[in-house]
């Protein structure tokens, strides 16, 4: 087994590495998803996150925050705070005819906005649709967006109920491997930080975090948030909320590469807005994930 | 505002100026405020996005249902065989799903493309059985039905080697091949291949699917590469469990010859003790002689049951005495009969079992090639034109080949195509009368006339070229000797029909309808299948405004010829003027996605985008505007521009609808109409008053409202009585009534 870390040289729009196997040492577009001169496979958003100078400048903002706390009781619930992060949940919110698709065969794939675009019909021409043109992912993940799959940053499996009635609790064990996570929705992170999309390779370091290391992530965005009224109760909601908006939603994005079925669920919490989801709907969940011994609850 | 929906996810978003809202089908009247980027999170997993422009909410909201309660079908139909549900959710979904029971059957075909285990079939059959659910249960029982030709097919699926789907297997790796095969099998399951293969093993038809699941995949256009497709289709139609053509046929002929002949009762004293002869070889063909002409005496005589039913007799004889080769030309003869009769079905299906029972007979491949042609299917002609060429016929599939090209809109290769066999044999007369049609579709009207006339020269009673001088008459405007000629052809061939359809035109041209009426209805009293005399009276019905009766005229043609194209235009226009839109779009958007079109189709096309502009889907309407200017017919490209005029006007480019009207070559009344809204305004007063006096002395009432309206908006600006909708709408009802 090939042992390989990744070091990135920024060419303007380009991203090689370099493949750091002894044997091999050749260098390749971080898009390619394994190395095509010595085959080793690895997942190009996990290396973007664990290269040296994201996870430099990552420490170096979680020092900071660390560093501005003042009282040693605020210290404790900071600590407190990133202990419970280390727990946290990958979730996926859809509405229920869609997670449907996927509790229906194991062999069904959730597939990418992206993907979906490119295999079936294509947005059509015209200025009338360029509002949604505007999509920020080509910049942010170049060449792979279209493996990207979105999630967000969970403490209570509870997901953006914006996007769907069902929060989808991915399995940590098989997503951690392929899985980064950034500060904010990317869009509204280019957005507050007025980043045009052709600097986006450029992006400023230490925004993102390897899996293993969401927490310090958590931590660098969030302690600032945490005061003395701030009990443990409050973290799920500090580390997400939904807005009345999407706009207003605050989160922490997960970027997980390649698919999923309904093998790599571990829980689906469904809860009931309005007139949505529909009993039978429902029913059918239920007795699917029994198939599968997915636990389901129903708020 | 524009949309973008889902059925799948069950949810719309709506764009208005700078705002984005999103709305989910259960609950309508919620909106929420979204940023546009979110469309990335929201449609996450969806495949079936479709894009609305210039919509109001209220279409986006019923096109929102619509595709969410077919999606749902779709679902639930898939749900019923799944074991892990509760018997009591499948019986709660087969109450459901029977009550959306007229959506099944269009969805059904999806389901024949994998194999369902029985135990999960027999479950749903008895949740249909304890509710009730009849339609649901039709359904299941198709299924069940054909499960085993459904397993056959999936398993010679799984035994094709993955090494066939790349070029250079020795050099791949095991993952790309299988990742090719996947692709192949995605693009086999959105063509419906899978289901169309079940069907073929069942009926026996595996050579005719073979050819149709190969242009499929020539014409395929979408992100995979099919590498190999000829051969994989081949060896998949070759593989185990499945029987070709000459397999199946054999097969049946031994079940028949071994099947104990079934006595008449009646005839059983006369028999009993009696030997039956053995027929010597003059017996037989007397026979065969007597049966063929009980049923071409049938066909003619529009009695089908009967055909059917000598036609199994002689079937069961001819193949029974192991003439397989007679019986193939037997049906091809009966096929011409059908044809002469306008019974284009009934050819097609008789020239299909024909290469079913000897693939290897070239002439029969040309006479199927002639059957899809009359149907419509041209892509499938062409195929199998050159298929009856590479088996050794020559002029017939030459001619035959040129004559798709020409329905194909081809003309230049069509052109070509006549002149290679004029080339070879100079005798041909179909191929100099085909050459002269070319050039009349050309609108090189001079040449045809003299084409013909050559022709008539040298094969003075060919009735054929002295019909086509006459058409080339009509094209030039010349009716009195258009007339002329057609009855001068009637006078020596009283029986001809295209002679006596063309006289009928000529007078609807010289707007003497009555007469025309009577013409086309002498024509069917004779020919009551001619296709070409029935959609005649029907438009000569619509020119005299008798909406009910042109409704029904053209409903009763769709039944027998489904796939004519000029009863679907006429039909659909006439729906368009009676306000009944989306029936009208229904009938039209197959064309959309055509490759090659007829110069019918071309007009449906036409039709199509200006009910899509009537119904404010101006950027569909213009995708098609667009596509229509590649129309290989000038005068059609003409309808298309001053279409594409009226809709950029719709989008307030007036700079460009001044542009295309510019390019425009046409004068009729349509065209006539959007110049003078285009020059009206744009503040081309000038121009617009030219036109102005010109079409407000039209007899058309319509138009004299139109006419009018520009008037008191643009010129001389006494104020809109209605609005730009209005009027666009009006432009649009003036083409459908005139069309």
Redesign the interface.
């Known amino acids: 087994m090939f042992w390989a870390v990744a070091s990135m040289y920024n060419h303007g729009m380009e991203q090689l590495i370099v493949c750091e196997n002894t044997i091999c040492q050749n260098k390749f577009h971080i898009s390619a998803g394994r190395c095509p001169h010595c085959g080793h496979a690895y997942f190009p958003n996990v290396k973007a996150a664990k290269q040296e100078g994201e996870t430099l400048s990552l420490n170096q903002r979680h020092q900071a925050a660390i560093n501005d706390i003042k009282s040693p009781g605020m210290l404790t619930k900071v600590s407190t705070f990133e202990s419970r992060c280390k727990k946290t949940l990958a979730v996926?919110a859809?509405?229920?005819?869609?997670t449907?698709?996927?509790a229906?065969a194991d062999t069904h794939m959730?597939?990418?906005?992206?993907q979906?675009?490119?295999?079936?019909?294509q947005?059509?021409q015209?200025s009338?649709?360029d509002?949604?043109r505007?999509?920020?992912?080509g910049a942010m993940f170049t060449y792979y967006e279209k493996y990207i799959?979105?999630a967000a940053l969970s403490l209570d499996g509870m997901g953006l109920h914006?996007?769907g009635e069902c929060s989808i609790i991915l399995k940590e064990e098989f997503t951690e491997e392929r899985t980064s996570v950034f500060e904010e929705?990317t869009?509204m992170f280019m957005k507050h930080h007025d980043i045009k999309i052709w600097d986006a390779p450029d992006l400023p370091p230490g925004y993102r975090a390897p899996w293993e290391q969401r927490h310090i992530l958590c931590t660098a965005k969030l302690a600032c948030r945490i005061n003395e009224k701030t009990q443990e109760s409050h973290f799920p909601q500090l580390l997400l909320s939904p807005g009345e908006?999407?706009?207003t939603d605050e989160f922490v994005e997960v970027h997980i590469f390649g698919p999923i079925t309904i093998r790599a669920v571990a829980k689906v919490i469904v809860k009931r807005y309005?007139?949505?989801?529909?009993k039978?709907d429902l029913?059918?969940l239920e007795?699917?994930l029994?198939?599968y011994n997915i636990p389901l609850e129903v708020r | 505002m524009?949309a973008?929906i889902s059925g799948?996810?069950?949810?719309a978003m709506l764009?208005e100026g700078?705002q984005?809202r999103i709305l989910?089908v259960?609950?309508p009247e919620?909106e929420?405020?979204?940023?546009?980027?979110?469309?990335?999170?929201?449609?996450?997993?969806?495949?079936?996005?479709?894009?609305l422009?210039d919509v109001t909410r209220q279409v986006a909201v019923d096109s929102l249902q619509s595709a969410?309660k077919r999606?749902?079908t779709r679902?639930y139909m898939?749900?019923l065989f799944?074991p892990?549900?509760?018997t009591?959710?499948r019986t709660?979904?087969a109450q459901?799903l029977e009550t959306q029971w007229e959506i099944i059957p269009g969805l059904e075909p999806e389901f024949y493309s994998r194999p369902i285990p029985r135990e999960n079939l027999a479950a749903a059959q008895a949740i249909c059985t304890e509710t009730g659910a009849d339609h649901v249960m039709a359904f299941v029982n198709n299924l069940v039905a054909l499960q085993p030709s459904i397993e056959k097919v999936w398993w010679a699926w799984e035994q094709i080697s993955p090494d066939l789907f790349v070029k250079k297997p020795d050099e791949e790796s095991p993952e790309l091949k299988s990742q090719k095969k996947s692709e192949f099998e995605v693009f086999a399951f959105q063509a419906g291949l899978f289901g169309d293969m079940a069907l073929a093993v069942e009926n026996g038809k595996l050579a005719l699917f073979q050819m149709t699941a190969l242009t499929k995949a020539n014409h395929y256009v979408?992100?995979f590469e099919l590498w190999g497709r000829k051969t994989i289709i081949g060896e998949w139609v070759h593989g185990p469990g499945l029987s070709t053509t000459g397999k199946v046929a054999e097969q049946e002929r031994e079940e028949r010859r071994d099947e104990p002949k079934k006595r008449d009762p009646k005839n059983r004293k006369k028999r009993r003790g009696k030997k039956q002869p053995n027929l010597s070889n003059r017996e037989k063909a007397e026979n065969v002689t007597k049966q063929k002409d009980a049923i071409t005496h049938a066909i003619e005589s529009g009695n089908l049951d009967r055909a059917e039913k000598y036609l199994a007799d002689l079937r069961r004889d001819q193949l029974g005495w192991g003439d397989d080769e007679f019986f193939a030309k037997t049906l091809c003869h009966l096929a011409m009969i059908a044809k002469e009769e306008g019974l284009f079905q009934l050819q097609k299906k008789l020239t299909e079992e024909s290469i079913e029972v000897n693939p290897r007979d070239a002439w029969a491949w040309a006479q199927y090639g002639d059957a899809l042609l009359r149907n419509g299917h041209l892509t499938e002609a062409l195929e199998t034109y050159e298929r009856s060429m590479g088996l050794g016929e020559d002029v017939v599939a030459m001619c035959g080949r040129a004559e798709v090209l020409k329905a194909q809109n081809k003309l230049d290769q069509a052109l070509a195509a006549y002149e290679e066999v004029m080339a070879s044999h100079p005798n041909a007369v179909v191929a100099k009368t085909g050459r002269a049609e070319v050039l009349k579709a050309q609108n090189k009207l001079d040449q045809a006339l003299a084409a013909y006339e050559d022709v008539m020269a040298s094969h003075p009673n060919d009735v054929v070229a002295k019909t086509g001088r006459a058409e080339v008459l009509k094209a030039q405007n010349k009716l009195d000797q258009a007339l002329e000629a057609y009855e001068e052809v009637m006078a020596s061939h009283p029986n001809d029909v295209v002679a006596r359809n063309g006289r009928a035109e000529v007078l609807k041209a010289q707007n003497k309808l009555d007469q025309a009426l009577a013409a086309y209805e002498e024509v069917m009293a004779s020919h009551p299948n001619d296709v070409v005399a029935r959609t005649g009276r029907a438009e000569v019905l619509k020119a005299q405004n008798k909406l009910d009766q042109t409704l029904e005229a053209y409903e009763e043609i769709r039944k027998t010829f489904p796939f004519n194209q000029i009863a679907s235009n006429g039909l659909a226009c006439v729906l368009a003027v009676r306000g009944q839109t989306s029936q009208a779009i229904a009938l039209l958007q197959n064309l959309e996605t055509k490759k090659w079109r007829t110069s019918h189709e071309w007009s449906g096309l036409h039709i199509l985008g200006m009910l899509y502009l009537k119904t404010n889907q101006v950027?569909m309407a213009m995708?098609i505007f667009q596509q229509g200017l590649d129309c290989p017919r000038p005068i059609e490209v003409d309808y298309f521009r001053s279409a594409l005029a009226l809709a950029q006007l719709k989008r307030g480019e007036i700079a460009a609808a001044i542009q295309t009207v510019d390019t425009l070559a046409s004068n009729d009344l349509f065209s006539d109409s959007i110049r003078l809204q285009v020059f009206a305004t744009a503040g081309e007063t000038e121009k617009a008053y030219g036109l102005h006096h010109q079409l407000i002395q039209s007899p058309v009432l319509l138009m004299q409202e139109i006419v009018r309206e520009i008037d008191h908006r643009y010129l001389s600006k006494t104020g809109a009585g209605y609005s730009e909708a209005w009027l666009i709408d009006k432009q649009c009802t003036l083409l459908f009534a005139t069309a």
């Open positions: 996926i859809r509405p229920m005819p869609l449907l698709d996927l229906w959730y597939s990418t906005f992206y979906n675009v490119e295999a079936e019909r947005m059509p015209g009338k649709w509002v949604l505007r999509l920020a992912d799959r979105f914006n996007y929705n869009v908006t999407t706009e309005k007139r949505r989801p529909l039978r029913k059918i007795d699917k029994k198939a | 524009e973008v799948k996810a069950g949810l764009i700078e984005t989910y259960q609950d919620e929420m405020v979204v940023r546009p980027e979110d469309f990335r999170y929201y449609f996450q997993g969806v495949g079936d996005l479709l894009f422009e969410y999606e749902e679902r898939g749900y799944d892990d549900l509760q009591s959710t709660d979904l459901h979408g992100p950027h995708d």
